[in-house]
């Protein structure tokens, strides 16, 4: 007989017992499955049980098995007391057999509660002290619903976890399997080597293992990697959960239950708890209401949380986005505030990119992919897994293009609120441009290449901690190639350019822009993409005089506009029909500045000449005509009415011609012309229309 079965016909005996002691006979009688079990065990059973309980003569069996092993160290977190023995008896009986419930609701008037164990231990009356402690350790195996009255008669029962662990098996609390991640130390495989903040690791792991309660690490990237690099130095299993998932509305009813089953987890398996998610929602307040409000709202999740993980001496690891202290009732020995850096420098970039190019034995260029993303370290290793993951589905794909194209496309996910990422194909010899234009757009496009050496190499980061990104300004009126221009710098870096979205940008509520606006730039940062402001005076236009309070808020978007723009380390260009309603202050701090025009003739002609590919089967163009006859053309409309007459010679199945473009280009001029259209203004071949 298994030792567990054992336990079970002994503690039904021990109710038949108790019920003869006081005249209730033959009490098994009713219930067949108890009467069968409730058969004395075996002389071998008995002897075994004495041996490992240390009882009836026992001295103590050290010939364990795994489940005998789980139910004597669940003794010992009760400190071995003899209510708790049979508190925990009566549940796996239970347990095993929800028989047993009714048979002592039948003849005892309650289910398995404290007060049974108490009877079956002797002890009638027992004092509110030995209540209240008893409770206390019988937390460890059961939910307590503490508001229950009297407290030794609340229905008590042990969960799936317990079962688990006497039954010697590694299970999760199917209540918790949903919102816990379970992280074991040997998951620490040689890729997930930090590289990085591996001081913050070491010294969050010393404090840990010498006494300290509480970690809080702070930042902006990479924590619970580091929370994980602290499991792995513990040797120690942890917990991770997102708080959201446990302080929400909608689980209020089950909070109790949830923390107890986390913190059980937590004391049967020896294991840490990392709480993560505590964001601006939980920390968030500015002046004495909000601040007063957020201290409350921090003190309550202290005593309903935190506390209780505490009491236990449970090793618990805090993520939160700033340092704001969380922990009142412990000093600075049980609880430490790590703080991440927000930002990985070039140098850290570099040494986590040449670390895990040492180790796959990688042919991409550290320093390149250091000076293009400023990723952290977690987000650096998953971009190295969906790589190695499709490097053989792509093989005729470079390493760096490969590389490149999936870091950018794991962060597009959280860009797509505030613009569009798009990927150009074009390059500046597409765009046709005069050479004044041309020569401002190649120095953009070579300080952009040349950053890192000038910055890092050449030491000028230190001399430039602000007003480092190359901004590039495009004005000119509508047409005149400036979103073309964007495109094929991004082109020319092989960059993706994302696009701001100002209508999703800009909002009527007081703070929100700014908010939309860092996503645009943390964004683009981190996927080092160019940042398109198109028609960009309508964010960054003049500061007008304050006249009310709409007037303040929109200074105010402007000067953080102003201040988030000196700090950015990227390339930003923005785009304006008129550079005259742009603020003086962000002229200032603009690099680069050039200036579109319409296109006079011979730009005309090579707009002409450069839309007739090679692909296109067409008869003999008179470019020469088109560019010198149309001359309030741009190189927007060229381009609509060559591919509306591309589109109109197709559908008819013949080759371009001269009467396909007159024929568009009458169809432009009709469309943009405020008075009745003459054909004279086709000129010489007036004739095709």
């Not at 003794?75 to 023995?85: E, G």
């Not at 816990?180 to 130390?185: G, L, Q, T, Y």
């Given at each position: 007989?298994?030792?567990?079965?054992?336990?079970i016909?002994?503690?039904?005996?021990?109710?038949?017992?108790?019920?003869?002691?006081?005249?209730?006979e033959?009490?098994?009688?009713?219930f067949?499955?108890?009467?069968?079990?409730s058969?004395?065990?075996?002389?071998?059973?008995?002897?075994?049980?004495?041996?490992?309980?240390?009882?009836?003569?026992g001295?103590?069996?050290?010939?364990?098995?795994?489940?005998?092993?789980?139910?004597?160290?669940?003794?010992?977190?009760?400190?071995?007391?003899?209510?708790?023995?049979?508190?925990?008896?009566?549940?796996?009986?239970?347990?095993?057999?929800?028989?047993?419930?009714a048979?002592?609701?039948?003849?005892?008037?309650?289910?398995?509660?404290?007060?049974?164990a108490?009877?079956?231990?002797?002890?009638?009356?027992?004092?509110?002290?030995?209540?209240?402690?008893s409770?206390?350790?019988?937390?460890?195996?059961?939910?307590?619903?503490?508001?229950?009255?009297?407290?030794?008669?609340?229905?008590?029962?042990?969960?799936?976890?317990?079962?688990?662990?006497?039954?010697?098996?590694?299970?999760?609390?199917?209540?918790?399997?949903?919102?816990v991640?379970?992280?074991?130390?040997?998951?620490?495989?040689?890729?997930?080597?930090?590289?990085?903040?591996?001081?913050?690791?070491?010294?969050?792991?010393?404090?840990?293992?010498?006494?300290?309660?509480?970690?809080q690490?702070?930042?902006?990237?990479?924590?619970?990697?580091?929370?994980?690099?602290i499991?792995?130095?513990?040797?120690?299993?942890f917990?991770?959960?997102?708080?959201?998932?446990?302080i929400?509305?909608?689980m209020?009813?089950?909070f109790?239950?949830?923390?107890?089953?986390?913190?059980?987890?937590?004391?049967?398996?020896?294991?840490?708890?990392?709480?993560?998610?505590?964001?601006?929602?939980?920390?968030?307040?500015?002046?004495?209401?909000?601040?007063?409000?957020k201290?409350?709202?921090?003190?309550?999740?202290?005593?309903?949380?935190?506390?209780p993980?505490?009491?236990?001496?449970i090793?618990?690891?805090?993520?939160?986005?700033?340092?704001?202290t969380?922990?009142r009732?412990?000093?600075?020995?049980?609880?430490?505030?790590?703080?991440?850096?927000?930002?990985?420098?070039?140098?850290?970039?570099?040494?986590?990119?040449?670390?895990?190019?040492?180790?796959?034995?990688?042919?991409?260029?550290?320093?390149?992919?250091?000076?293009r993303y400023?990723?952290?370290?977690?987000?650096?290793?998953?971009?190295?897994?969906?790589?190695l993951?499709?490097?053989?589905?792509?093989?005729?794909?470079?390493?760096?293009?490969?590389?490149?194209?999936?870091?950018?496309?794991?962060?597009?996910?959280?860009?797509?609120?505030?613009?569009?990422?798009i990927?150009?194909?074009?390059?500046?010899?597409?765009?046709?441009?005069?050479?004044?234009?041309?020569?401002?757009l190649?120095?953009?496009?070579?300080?952009?290449?040349?950053?890192?050496?000038?910055?890092?190499?050449?030491?000028?980061?230190?001399?430039?901690?602000?007003?480092?990104?190359?901004?590039?300004?495009?004005?000119?009126?509508?047409?005149?190639?400036?979103?073309?221009?964007?495109n094929?710098?991004?082109?020319?870096?092989?960059?993706?350019l994302?696009?701001?979205n100002?209508s999703?940008?800009?909002?009527?509520?007081?703070g929100?822009?700014?908010?939309?606006?860092?996503?645009?730039?943390?964004?683009?940062?981190?996927?080092?993409?160019?940042?398109?402001?198109?028609?960009?005076?309508?964010?960054?236009?003049?500061?007008?005089?304050?006249?009310?309070?709409?007037?303040?808020?929109?200074?105010?978007?402007?000067?953080?506009?102003?201040?988030?723009?000196?700090?950015?380390?990227?390339?930003?260009?923005?785009?304006?029909?008129?550079?005259?309603?742009?603020?003086p202050?962000?002229?200032?701090?603009?690099?680069?500045?050039?200036?579109?025009?319409?296109?006079?003739?011979?730009?005309?002609?090579?707009?002409?000449?450069?839309?007739?590919?090679?692909?296109?089967?067409?008869?003999?163009?008179?470019?020469?005509y088109?560019?010198?006859?149309?001359?309030?053309?741009t190189g927007?409309?060229?381009?609509?009415?060559?591919?509306?007459?591309?589109?109109n010679?197709?559908?008819?199945?013949?080759?371009?011609?001269?009467?396909?473009?007159?024929?568009?280009?009458?169809?432009?001029?009709?469309?943009?012309?405020?008075?009745?259209?003459?054909?004279d203004?086709l000129?010489?071949?007036?004739?095709?229309?």
């Amino acid at each position: 007989m298994l030792f567990l079965e054992t336990v079970i016909s002994l503690i039904i005996l021990r109710c038949e017992w108790y019920l003869r002691s006081i005249g209730i006979e033959n009490s098994l009688e009713e219930f067949p499955v108890l009467l069968r079990l409730s058969v004395a065990p075996g002389e071998g059973a008995m002897k075994r049980w004495a041996a490992v309980t240390g009882k009836e003569g026992g001295d103590g069996e050290k010939n364990l098995s795994k489940s005998e092993e789980n139910y004597l160290h669940l003794l010992s977190l009760m400190d071995n007391d003899r209510v708790m023995q049979s508190l925990l008896d009566l549940c796996i009986a239970s347990f095993e057999y929800p028989e047993f419930d009714a048979y002592l609701s039948h003849y005892f008037g309650y289910p398995v509660c404290l007060h049974l164990a108490f009877l079956l231990e002797g002890v009638d009356i027992p004092s509110e002290t030995q209540v209240m402690d008893s409770i206390e350790r019988s937390e460890l195996i059961c939910n307590v619903d503490r508001k229950e009255y009297p407290l030794q008669y609340t229905p008590l029962a042990i969960d799936e976890k317990v079962a688990f662990f006497l039954w010697g098996t590694d299970g999760v609390n199917p209540g918790l399997d949903r919102i816990v991640d379970r992280f074991d130390p040997e998951d620490i495989s040689k890729e997930n080597r930090p590289f990085v903040n591996e001081d913050a690791i070491r010294k969050g792991t010393e404090f840990l293992s010498s006494g300290g309660r509480v970690l809080q690490i702070c930042g902006k990237g990479g924590r619970r990697f580091a929370a994980r690099q602290i499991s792995s130095g513990l040797h120690k299993r942890f917990l991770f959960i997102n708080i959201t998932d446990i302080i929400s509305p909608k689980m209020k009813d089950e909070f109790r239950e949830i923390i107890g089953a986390l913190i059980r987890e937590a004391r049967l398996d020896d294991a840490g708890i990392c709480l993560y998610g505590i964001t601006g929602h939980f920390l968030n307040g500015s002046g004495v209401r909000d601040e007063k409000r957020k201290r409350q709202d921090i003190e309550k999740l202290e005593r309903i949380l935190f506390s209780p993980i505490i009491k236990y001496n449970i090793p618990l690891i805090l993520v939160s986005d700033t340092p704001v202290t969380l922990i009142r009732s412990l000093t600075e020995g049980g609880y430490r505030i790590t703080e991440l850096p927000s930002a990985l420098d070039y140098g850290a970039r570099l040494r986590l990119w040449e670390g895990f190019k040492d180790f796959y034995a990688l042919s991409f260029s550290p320093e390149d992919m250091a000076d293009r993303y400023h990723l952290n370290a977690s987000e650096c290793a998953g971009v190295l897994k969906s790589f190695l993951e499709r490097r053989e589905e792509e093989r005729t794909v470079p390493d760096d293009d490969l590389l490149s194209r999936i870091s950018t496309e794991r962060m597009e996910g959280d860009a797509r609120e505030t613009g569009r990422v798009i990927y150009p194909n074009i390059r500046l010899d597409d765009v046709k441009v005069k050479d004044e234009i041309r020569a401002i757009l190649n120095d953009a496009v070579n300080s952009v290449r040349a950053s890192a050496t000038v910055l890092d190499i050449w030491g000028l980061r230190e001399n430039y901690p602000y007003g480092r990104s190359v901004s590039l300004l495009l004005s000119g009126p509508p047409g005149t190639g400036k979103t073309m221009t964007a495109n094929a710098i991004a082109g020319e870096l092989k960059l993706p350019l994302y696009q701001v979205n100002l209508s999703n940008i800009v909002d009527k509520y007081i703070g929100e822009t700014e908010k939309n606006l860092e996503k645009a730039f943390e964004f683009a940062e981190k996927t080092d993409a160019v940042l398109f402001f198109d028609e960009a005076d309508s964010l960054f236009g003049t500061r007008s005089e304050v006249r009310d309070s709409k007037d303040r808020y929109a200074n105010t978007e402007i000067s953080y506009l102003l201040q988030r723009i000196e700090a950015y380390d990227g390339i930003v260009i923005m785009a304006t029909n008129i550079k005259g309603n742009m603020d003086p202050a962000f002229i200032r701090r603009i690099r680069y500045v050039a200036n579109f025009e319409n296109p006079d003739e011979a730009l005309r002609r090579a707009i002409w000449d450069s839309c007739l590919k090679d692909s296109i089967p067409h008869e003999d163009i008179d470019t020469e005509y088109l560019s010198a006859q149309f001359d309030k053309f741009t190189g927007s409309v060229i381009k609509t009415v060559f591919l509306n007459a591309c589109a109109n010679a197709a559908g008819k199945g013949e080759k371009l011609a001269m009467k396909h473009l007159i024929h568009a280009v009458k169809q432009e001029l009709e469309k943009t012309s405020s008075v009745t259209f003459k054909t004279d203004a086709l000129g010489k071949y007036a004739y095709l229309a």
